[in-house]
């Protein structure tokens, strides 16, 4: 008996002991959500997320300018007033990292640059050559005020140069001396901008959300008239997410509308923007999607527009 329970306590001994199981790591916060429901990423508005991520918008897109045209037929030449369309192309680009330096704040730093030329018979000559790009930061304080609501302050400045070619806005102000002040045809000029925005989302359910912005906005021309504009903006968009009702498509959805409004008679000019997208929702920490917008409104020339964008939105979190 002695003997069996030595063989028996021998075997015991020399089994493998089994190590004990790792406790689970918990899943990873996702700052980018409100009672179940993960926000998508628009470029039409702000979000009130206090988040470390690395975005990329990409835009690509035509329009239409109101014009006048130069009639050669008088002499002088005569120029009438908002006489025909004018069809031109657009590009945007631009790239920003936020970091989430505290539980409720973070800072941004970014590059965004655009290019307008004048595509077809007059164009080039009417709406030009426009060329823009500017370095931007800003900071952003964000609170959870209740479960499926969150709110946020945040403050944004750009500046860079902003590069025209308008050849018939110089002679049109050249006519009357009869020779041409190239300054009236190349407007190169530093730009400042600084806002001051607002920003609520509400999570209705895990599959909808709405997000709402209002905005204060002030931009300034570091030119020898140190002209500057102020205006008010509001935004917000509706957005469905598949995901949460059926686990094998992770598709969603938005739509989005914002417009752009003077603060007095030389503010900023009037803009109108709506749009919608689809978005793959399948991974928590990426946001990809394409987003169609149209606007309306008027250049920075002061000529009347309507334009299309397709615009690519990437965003990665971590």
Known sequence: MHRALAVLAIVLASLPVAAPRAAEAPPEPDHYALAGHHFLVS????????????????????????????????????????????????????????????????????????????AGNG????VGTSLRVAGMGGVKGSVAVAPGVRLS???????????????????????PSNSIDWSNVFKDRSSLTASLTGAAAWAIRPYLGLIANAQYLHSKNESVDKASQDGFAGAGS??????????????????????????????LAWQEVSGGGVYYTGRPHLSLGVEVEHRRGKLDTELKSKQTLAWVNFRYFW
Do not use: C
Request: glycine share 12%; aromatic share 10%.
């Open 43 to 118: 470029h039409i508005v702000q979000d009130p997320f206090s988040v470390t991520s690395f975005g990329m918008n990409f835009a690509v897109g035509v329009g239409q300018a109101l014009g006048p045209s130069l009639d050669l037929s008088t002499s002088p030449p005569t120029v009438v007033a908002n006489s025909r369309w004018y069809d031109y192309a657009g590009l945007m680009q631009q790239f920003d990292f936020t970091a989430r330096i505290l539980e409720n704040l973070s800072v941004r730093a970014g590059l965004v640059a655009g290019l307008r030329q004048g």
């Open 123 to 126: 164009s080039a000559l009417v």
């Open 153 to 175: 302050l945040s403050g944004d400045i750009g500046y860079g140069p902003h590069l025209n070619f308008l050849l018939l806005q110089g002679i049109k102000q050249s006519l």
């Open 238 to 267: 509706l957005e469905f997410d598949a995901l949460p009702l059926v686990d094998w498509l992770p598709v969603g959805a938005n739509v989005a509308y914002g417009q752009v409004g003077s603060n007095g008679s030389s503010g």
